[in-house]
């Protein structure tokens, strides 16, 4: 029986979480941690066309993959490799380049403040919950536990965001559309040194700045695309050269084309 993408997708700095029927894709390799738990067995296949089929897998990031079935019920996040959480789950499942690695074993479940070692560690913001009111919202957040899980973020506390991250995400979006976003600038605006700031970003927000700016660049492209935008409005918009360039980094992190996914998925605010 073929499967066609379809479900709900929340796209965050650092993460993008999607849950619904997986169907197939191309092979592809991203530059991020990718978990997909299924109530359905999916298989998938690494670059050298080694298969695997299972309900739970770790592709560890720049790594070359492709779904060669899908399943429905299925729950699918990328994670930053360079986030506590990404950097987490890519020690604990042991994943490497063969698809046989790509099935670790369940998480053990986590407590928020149950273990004394980590009552301390900030709860990055990419699992902040998502807004009520959307059709999805209360699966998007009950799939956030769930990826908490696997990444131990259940054992992080919710620790106030320094003022001047917070101005900082308040800016960037303003400055998404004028090409790369650079530090400097950032920092004179929250009146801060950039090695300064480049400390608490990475501490409250769980990703250094780059990465984060790659992410919402990324996050604003298609939330114009959902909205019935062109692909060359979307494109200029978020900061990208053309249609063409935002067509390759959407393809290349998702293994298909920003127009078969638009209609397909509905998108989270």
Same mark, same amino acid.
Do not use: K
């Given at each position: ?12 700095? %650092?993460?993008?979480?999607?849950? %619904? ?13 990718? =978990? @997909?738990?299924?109530? !359905? ?17 770790? @592709? ?28 987490? =789950? =890519? ?12 099935? +670790? ?11 004394? %070692? ?10 902040? &919950? +998502? ?16 990826? !908490? ?19 900082? @995400? ?9 090409? +790369? ?25 769980? @990703? ?5 700016? &790659?992410?919402? &660049? ?5 939330? =114009? ?11 200029? %918009? ?19 084309? +920003? ?11």
């Amino acid at each position: 029986m073929a499967h066609h993408w379809r479900g709900w997708c929340l796209l965050r700095p %650092g993460v993008l979480l999607y849950g %619904g029927t997986i169907g197939t894709n191309q092979l592809h390799a991203h530059h991020a941690v990718h =978990l @997909i738990v299924s109530a !359905e067995p999916f298989t998938m296949a690494d670059a050298q066309g080694r298969r695997l089929t299972t309900r739970t897998a770790v @592709i560890p990031p720049d790594t070359g993959h492709a779904i060669l079935t899908g399943a429905r019920g299925a729950l699918l996040a990328q994670l930053e490799p360079g986030s506590s959480p990404g950097r987490s =789950l =890519l020690a604990s499942s042991g994943a490497g380049a063969c698809a046989s690695t790509w099935s +670790p074993p369940l998480p053990r479940p986590t407590h928020a403040g149950t273990s004394p %070692g980590h009552h301390q560690v900030a709860a990055p913001l990419t699992f902040a &919950r +998502p807004p009520n009111g959307h059709e999805h919202s209360a699966e998007a957040a009950a799939a956030l536990q769930i990826v !908490e899980d696997w990444t131990g973020q259940r054992r992080a506390a919710e620790i106030p965001i320094h003022p001047a991250v917070e101005m900082a @995400i308040a800016v960037i979006p303003t400055l998404l559309a004028g090409g +790369p976003v650079r530090l400097g600038v950032l920092a004179a605006a929250v009146h801060l040194s950039p090695s300064r700031l480049a400390h608490l970003f990475s501490a409250h927000v769980g @990703i250094p700045l780059r990465p984060y700016v &790659r992410w919402q &660049r990324l996050q604003h492209a298609i939330r =114009l695309v959902a909205a019935g935008e062109s692909l060359t409005v979307a494109a200029h %918009g978020a900061g990208f050269t053309d249609g063409s360039h935002f067509t390759r980094v959407f393809r290349h992190n998702f293994g298909t084309a +920003p127009s078969t996914l638009a209609a397909a998925i509905d998108w989270l605010p």
